[in-house]
T-cell receptor, first 114, second 114 residues
């Protein structure tokens, strides 16, 4: 158990819809990262938050947005969903000044868009 | 542009033999490298890491080698066990101090045959 909690674990929805994925980081971790893993792909970095502020952006579509709340949990919002958005979405957290860069991952949220 | 590449999507090895997983990178600014292991229906978990100031790091059955001039790293597992069967991702980051997002390869599925 990494200590990172993601909900829901599975989600099935239709094209054009909007969903919200939720992540609770490990206790004490201020940084939250979102990654997308599509079929046969590696983990693609989407966005990072540190203590409530956006820290870095990766290949995140404009239809996607995220935020980190004062209690440090984070939400990833995916809108106008397309078939190609079907993927595993991972949240990870890290310590405040982790020199090793080690991330702790949740179990992921599997999104299926029909 | 894939900055971290794992060119072998799969590898099968007999139990007790050595498993060698390879990873190449293109960004010379990367200074820290990690390997993650992922079982089905779980998030990736940290396995071993290496800083660019070293060329080898060992942890039990796992050894990571870094060849900076070739921009290549490899993970050796000796002896391989059936429980090692998983997807292995290599990852890299640049910059030290604060935790930064990792760039991941596409993964190699290792199957250790009993």
């Amino acid at each position: 158990d990494s200590g990172v909690t993601q909900t829901p674990k599975h989600l099935i929805t239709a094209t054009g819809q909007r969903v919200t994925l939720r992540c609770s980081p490990r206790s004490g971790d201020l940084s939250v990262y979102w990654y997308q893993q599509s079929l046969d792909q590696g983990l693609q970095f989407l966005i990072q938050y540190y203590n409530g502020e956006e820290r870095a952006k990766g290949n995140i579509l404009e239809r996607f947005s995220a935020q980190q709340f004062p209690d440090l949990h984070s939400e990833l919002n995916l809108s106008s969903l397309e078939l190609g958005d079907s993927a595993l979405y991972f949240c990870a957290s890290s310590v405040r000044a982790g020199a090793t860069g080690e991330l702790f991952f949740g179990e992921g949220s599997r999104l299926t868009v029909l | 542009d894939q900055q971290v590449k794992q060119n072998s999507p799969s590898l099968s090895v007999q139990e007790g033999r050595i498993s060698i997983l390879n990873c190449d990178y293109t960004n010379s600014m990367f200074d820290y490298f990690l390997w993650y292991k992922k079982y089905p229906a779980e998030g990736p978990t940290f396995l071993i890491s290496i800083s660019s100031i070293k060329d080898k790091n060992e942890d039990g059955r796992f050894t990571v080698f870094l060849n900076k001039s070739a921009k290549h790293l490899s993970l050796h597992i000796v002896p391989s066990q059936p429980g090692d069967s998983a997807v292995y991702f290599c990852a890299a980051k640049r910059g030290s101090g604060s935790a930064r997002q990792l760039t991941f390869g596409s993964g190699t599925q290792l199957t250790v045959l009993p």
